[in-house]
């Protein structure tokens, strides 16, 4: 049986009791400037997803994972295609 040192944290968040010298990725000042250069909705989206204190995701997230799903042949295929339905 595993014992939970075998394991590895993927969130850095979640990693930082055991390891307290995690760096972070990005200053808050990093974090604000990205804020900044998103859209008035995407702020919105964020300030709501923010409040939330859970990850949402929305069509486009879910269309996006069952993409990265897919082989690359048929990503080359689907990506050709959203390229034709955005030149209508």
């Known amino acids: 049986m595993p014992s939970a040192r075998d394991f590895v944290t993927a969130c850095q968040r979640c990693a930082e009791p055991e390891n307290p010298e995690t760096e972070t990725y990005l200053t808050p000042e990093q974090v604000i400037s990205r804020i900044e250069a ?27 994972q069952a993409y990265l799903q897919l082989p690359g042949a048929e990503r080359e295929r689907v990506r050709l295609e959203l390229d034709r339905l955005l030149r209508r």
């Open 38 to 64: 998103l859209s008035v909705m995407d702020r919105e989206r964020l300030q709501k997803r923010m409040e939330t204190k859970r990850r949402e995701t929305d069509n486009v997230d879910e269309t996006r």
